[in-house]
């Protein structure tokens, strides 16, 4: 092999290398902004999304088990659940770092002004409940790597993600195809317990009267 082909090729695997390291501090940087914003749910993120309740409060009027869930006692119990059980969520979402939804999640953060990191709200649980899907923008923002922040939204409905009471995901762009298939990282629902794992869970576990999902890989 002659030296101009040696160098063509430690170039090329040169170029790969310094892609996959991108590729890593990207997945820790937005790692870490997103454990940053579980641990100040307490704060303006919590504040946000108390505002956000009332959005659909007309919903919870028709649903008892969402209205016993948002109701002040309700929103204590699950904060607090919520709280003990960040350290699992992280510690299974570091487990998980490069599988194609987190990995999905950190591209589409990353493709423009119109990205948004969602924080998904608390669905009814009965069918009958109209559960339609729309956004409102929170103010905040969140560093995905340098140079690029996403904003922060409350995502809102979703048909078939009822009896949920909050996740954590992404959309790349405002589109009604890119708002209706969001990437969603983890939720954590109030609705009747699962018999296991679902197959497109990394890990599934239950504590107090809600369970929670870490995703693997979308459907859509």
Not at 108 to 118: A, E, F, H, I, V
Request: glycine share 8%.
């Amino acid at each position: 092999m002659s030296s101009i082909a040696i160098v063509g090729r430690v170039g090329s695997f040169s170029v790969r290398i310094i892609n996959i390291l991108d590729k890593i501090e990207r997945v820790c940087d937005t790692f870490e902004q997103i454990q940053l914003l579980l641990r100040i749910f307490n704060g303006d993120l919590q504040a946000v999304f108390q505002k956000g309740l009332n959005l659909i409060k007309d919903q919870a009027i028709k649903d008892s088990s969402l209205n016993n869930v948002i109701s002040l006692d309700g929103i204590r119990n699950a904060l607090l659940t919520f709280q003990i059980n960040i350290p699992r969520i992280m510690t299974e979402l570091a487990c998980n770092a490069f599988n194609g939804r987190l990995l999905n999640t950190i591209a589409s953060l990353s493709k423009g002004k119109d990205s948004r990191l969602l924080i998904f709200m608390p669905t009814p649980s009965i069918k009958g409940v109209p559960n339609p899907i729309f956004l409102t923008n929170t103010g905040l923002k969140i560093k995905v790597s340098r140079g690029i922040y996403a904003k922060v939204a409350l995502y809102f409905g979703y048909d078939s993600f009822r009896g949920r009471f909050f996740g954590v995901g992404s959309i790349p762009g405002l589109s009604k195809n890119e708002i209706k298939y969001p990437y969603q990282l983890f939720r954590m629902d109030y609705h009747d317990l699962h018999n296991g794992q679902h197959k497109n869970d990394a890990a599934y576990w239950e504590d107090n009267d809600y369970h929670f999902h870490i995703l693997s890989k979308r459907k859509k």
